[in-house]
């Protein structure tokens, strides 16, 4: 049963990735992808990590989408203004995607996993919010504290960039 | 080290508040006082081996003398800074905040440990680059060269992500020396080819923000568009930590497999050497002709951690010193030169020695650096440098770096020439420039230590 | 799932597939019911009578954007407020340090938040998340019109309304 789920968000994953990148329209480019994070959260859960799962919904397919169409809206972009990219850049795209593919495959291909698919030391509850939660909040404490530094300059940098000037155009 | 973090995160949410001062007098020197605070701090780490919060950081004295730099670079940035924006609105307190911010993120990339910790310190450092590039907002130029440098960033953070978790899936760990104890023990069964997939994404994703060839693409138009205050900090600080962090994950976790990986780093900086030094022979900007000599100089610093061996990290360090002092000083007399003669290009320059005998001094010093000219600090970095590739027997890199070299004296010296022999036909051009007194400090010191490095190289060598 | 039975996400994964067919379904049914004749008029959008005039498009105010980034920042923070909640009270932490671990917890948990409500308070007093209006310009035109004048017609007006 898990097999076949697994299959079938594999399958729905990659359909609405693709559809992502082929939509015309940049809205439904957003709404693919809203699609491709719901199956990403499906196999989350699949990996029994069921926080990581309400966090990528919460954080990437609600808030961070928000911020996608926005700046949709900001560009303005239509169909219509859509460069048409020469023969060229696409022969490129394509080399060069189908390349890193195929280095991907080869190299997965024959992965050993043994590291981490070893029975002995495979535990279940890895990705459950206890786990994760003990070690965020012992071992990796000093990133965590430090990664609230980096959403500072973040934040400071945004409402400095999006300050409204003396003497600017506001509409 | 870890102190000298906590206190510079903690320095920059102060400045923040000190926006909220009426009086803006104190900014500056209230600054340089946090980083050298942070400086003295770094420095009682030295002759130490500390590991910080479970092998998150670690302390020893090339770290040590890493963080210095980069300290020492912000301390020399920020008196530029002075005078550099007319605009009373200027939000300069934010402009002090996210540069110590910064600072951490750089000093993170030094003193890793563990593969986190570089993910966040290079996230922190580029995307307060990322701001700062287009902190100038009433210019397009600088909006481009944030939006270029954010996603093109942004994408290769991507990448390197992805080797991240490639080498996690085969290693099961995200510890430098845990990385290291895979290879040792899996080069006896055959390492798995996703160990090496992820080191090649993860070595994409650093030299990428090197601004090494292939991936120097965005580097003109985004040293160019930066205000040039924020260029010089993008071309000493993150070049400077950029090259500790590759360097630190190379010789600590990937010694054992180098026969994989230097063949890549040998071919890249060839790369960087010919597209850097070549472009920046047609260039007519000297902001833009100084962005293809930080590819240049990416180029000839590869070569140093592709010749991994005993004495690379010194060499390293000494070439990452002298290229800084001589970036500041390019920088600085740039920023002169832009705001009193109104160009980046190298008639702006036409005559200044006969005006400003100091600037066009600091400046030739500063480019004899950069070219590798004898009795500077950039000779010494060259020459270490090759010694190290003629030791490794890399004798190709050699040939290509040498004569790079010399295409390097020659549009490094068309400002020069620019500066002694011709003669300024503008009498509007011909008007002194007035130094101001944080200028002529910043470049004393830089033009001294160039100097000092290029007489007495045993002075820092010594120690390494 | 191995034992066949239906864990929590199976039932949210019939939920979901029960949501889908049962809007397919519904749509499938108007189709086949209703009748089906188009023309210009009905397939516009409905904009409250008005004609549809250019894009619903148009670009829009950069103070949006910065609530929204601030809003996904506190979001993510809020993201690690959730094991920090789970493990803050950690009965084998707590007694394995003593009873130190709850404080440490707490004391980690504040920094994290400390710093970034520092941000925020650094971005609300600087007024970056005030509201900015379009400047209102008065005129100072200057009407011919006597306001007595329209006193008068209002008086004279007044019995008959």
Redesign the interface.
């Known amino acids: 049963?898990?097999d076949k789920?697994f299959y079938f968000l594999t399958f729905l994953s990659l359909i609405s990735a693709m559809l992502v990148i082929f939509s015309r329209n940049p809205v439904h480019s957003v709404l693919y992808l809203i699609l491709t994070f719901f199956c990403l959260s499906g196999h989350y859960?699949l990996l029994n990590a069921?926080?990581l799962a309400?966090?990528n919904i919460?954080?990437y397919a609600?808030?961070?989408m928000?911020?996608f169409l926005?700046v949709?809206?900001?560009l303005?972009l239509?169909e219509d203004t859509e460069p048409r990219k020469g023969m060229a850049a696409k022969l490129a795209a394509v080399v060069s995607g189908g390349l890193l593919l195929l280095?991907?495959v080869?190299?997965?291909r024959?992965?050993?996993?043994s590291?981490?698919n070893n029975p002995a030391s495979f535990d279940s509850q890895i990705g459950l919010?206890?786990n994760?939660?003990?070690v965020?909040?012992?071992?990796?404490?000093?990133?965590?504290?430090?990664?609230?530094?980096?959403?500072?300059?973040?934040?400071?940098?945004?409402?400095?960039?999006?300050?409204?000037?003396?003497g600017e155009r506001?509409? | 080290m870890?102190y000298s973090?906590v206190l510079l995160?903690i320095f920059?949410?102060l400045n923040?508040f000190l926006g909220f001062l009426k009086s803006r007098a104190w900014l500056l020197p209230v600054t340089l006082l946090f980083l050298a605070t942070a400086l003295v701090v770094t420095l009682t780490d030295w002759n130490k081996s500390l590991f910080?919060?479970?092998y998150?950081?670690s302390t020893d004295n090339v770290s040590v003398a890493f963080a210095t730099i980069i300290i020492v670079s912000a301390m020399l940035i920020l008196p530029l800074s002075r005078f550099y924006f007319p605009n009373a609105?200027a939000?300069v307190p934010?402009y002090y905040?996210?540069l110590l911010?910064?600072v951490?993120g750089a000093i993170?990339m030094v003193t890793y440990e563990?593969i986190?910790?570089l993910f966040?310190g290079l996230?922190?450092l580029s995307?307060?680059m990322?701001?700062l590039a287009?902190?100038d907002?009433r210019n397009p130029r600088s909006h481009e060269a944030a939006l270029k440098y954010f996603l093109m960033g942004a994408f290769a953070t991507g990448i390197l992500l992805f080797g991240v978790a490639m080498l996690y899936?085969?290693?099961?760990t995200f510890n430098l020396s845990g990385l290291a104890q895979?290879v040792r023990t899996t080069l006896v069964n055959g390492a798995?080819?996703?160990l090496?997939?992820g080191l090649t994404l993860v070595l994409i994703g650093i030299l990428f923000k090197l601004s090494v060839a292939p991936f120097h693409f965005w580097t003109p138009d985004v040293y160019d568009g930066t205000p040039t205050l924020f260029t010089a900090f993008m071309a000493t600080v993150v070049k400077t930590a950029g090259f500790a962090a590759l360097y630190k994950i190379l010789s600590v976790s990937f010694t054992g497999i180098y026969s994989v990986w230097w063949i890549t780093l040998a071919a890249t900086s060839v790369l960087t050497l010919l597209i850097g030094n070549i472009t920046a022979v047609y260039q007519q900007s000297f902001k833009r002709m100084l962005a293809y000599s930080s590819i240049s100089h990416a180029g000839y610093l590869l070569i140093a951690v592709t010749a991994m061996g005993q004495t690379s990290q010194s060499s390293i360090l000494f070439y990452s010193l002298a290229y800084t002092l001589a970036t500041i000083t390019s920088f600085a007399v740039l920023i002169l030169v832009n705001e009193n003669r109104a160009g980046e290009s190298f008639s702006a320059f036409n005559g200044l020695a006969r005006h400003n005998p100091f600037l066009a001094f600091a400046l030739t010093v500063a480019m004899c650096s950069l070219a590798g000219i004898p009795l500077t600090g950039g000779f010494f970095g060259k020459f270490y440098i090759f010694i190290n590739a003629l030791e490794k027997g890399l004798l190709f890199l050699l040939v290509v770096a040498v004569l790079m070299s010399a295409v390097g004296i020659y549009y490094y010296f068309r400002v020069v020439i620019a500066m002694y022999m011709r003669g300024s036909d503008d009498n509007a051009v011909a008007d002194r420039i007035i130094v101001p007194k944080s200028y002529a400090a910043v470049l004393a010191i830089t033009t001294f230590l160039t100097i000092l490095l290029g007489v007495a190289p045993d002075l820092l060598v010594r120690y390494f | 799932?191995?034992s066949?039975e239906l864990s929590a996400?199976g039932t949210i994964?019939l939920f979901i597939i029960g949501g889908i067919l049962f809007f397919g379904v519904a749509m499938l049914t108007a189709r086949l019911l209703r009748p089906h004749r188009p023309n210009a008029e009905k397939l516009s959008s409905y904009e409250c009578g008005e004609e549809v005039a250019g894009?619903a498009?148009?670009?829009?105010?950069?103070?949006?954007?910065?609530v929204?980034?601030?809003?996904?920042?506190f979001?993510?923070?809020l993201?690690?407020l959730?094991?920090?909640?789970?493990?803050f009270g950690?009965h084998k932490?707590d007694v394995a340090s003593g009873g130190l671990w709850s404080w440490y917890?707490l004391a980690?948990m504040f920094?994290?938040v400390a710093?970034?409500a520092?941000?925020?308070s650094?971005?609300w007093v600087?007024g970056?998340?005030d509201w900015?209006r379009?400047?209102t310009r008065p005129s100072d035109w200057q009407s011919k019109v006597p306001a007595q004048l329209y006193d008068r017609v209002n008086e004279k007006y007044k019995s008959s309304r």
């Open positions: 049963m898990a789920i859960i069921q926080f309400a966090v919460i954080v609600g808030a961070i928000v911020l926005f949709i809206m900001f303005n239509r280095i991907m080869a190299a997965l024959t992965a050993d996993m590291t981490l919010v206890e994760l939660g003990r965020l909040f012992t071992d990796f404490l000093l990133p965590f504290e430090l990664a609230s530094v980096l959403f500072l300059v973040a934040m400071v940098g945004a409402v400095m960039l999006g300050k409204r000037e003396a506001n509409f | 870890f973090v995160s920059g949410i923040l910080f919060w479970n998150m950081m609105a939000p934010e905040a996210i911010f910064s951490v993170l563990n986190i910790m966040l996230e922190t995307i307060a990322y701001i287009g902190s907002k899936g085969a290693t099961g895979y798995s080819p996703m090496y997939l | 799932m191995q066949g996400f994964l894009s498009w148009g670009p829009f105010n950069v103070r949006y954007y910065i929204a980034l601030v809003f996904i920042l979001d993510v923070e993201a690690f959730f094991p920090w909640a789970v493990v950690d932490l917890a980690e920094i994290f710093i970034l520092l941000g925020l650094y971005a600087k970056h998340l900015v379009p400047q």
